[in-house]
């Protein structure tokens, strides 16, 4: 969870700064975002890897742990169902 908090508020900055960067050269208007979104999504490519592979590789531990727990929601239900039509 820290891993993904971390690299979210990162790319909320970057966001912010080549936002700021691109007002004072005087972009305004839907320019001024459209180029801010574009220039701040390839840095952010470059720049933040780490953080991206590191909440990426959380994620994927939290899904296998979530898994090996046993029967999900799903087997549950369909477990209850099956129970019910037996009575």
Known sequence: MRS???YTT?????FVAVTAL??????????LL???LLI???VSYV???RQRDAMSGALMARLKNRRSRGPGFRA???EGARA???D
Request: aromatic content about 4%; proline content about 0%.
């Open 4 to 6: 993904t908090i971390a």
């Open 10 to 14: 990162a790319r909320i900055l970057l």
């Open 22 to 31: 691109l007002y004072l050269a005087g972009a305004r208007g839907v320019l």
């Open 34 to 36: 459209g180029a801010a």
């Open 40 to 42: 701040s999504g390839v």
């Open 47 to 49: 720049l933040l890897s």
């Open 76 to 78: 549950r239900l369909e």
């Open 84 to 86: 019910e039509d037996q």
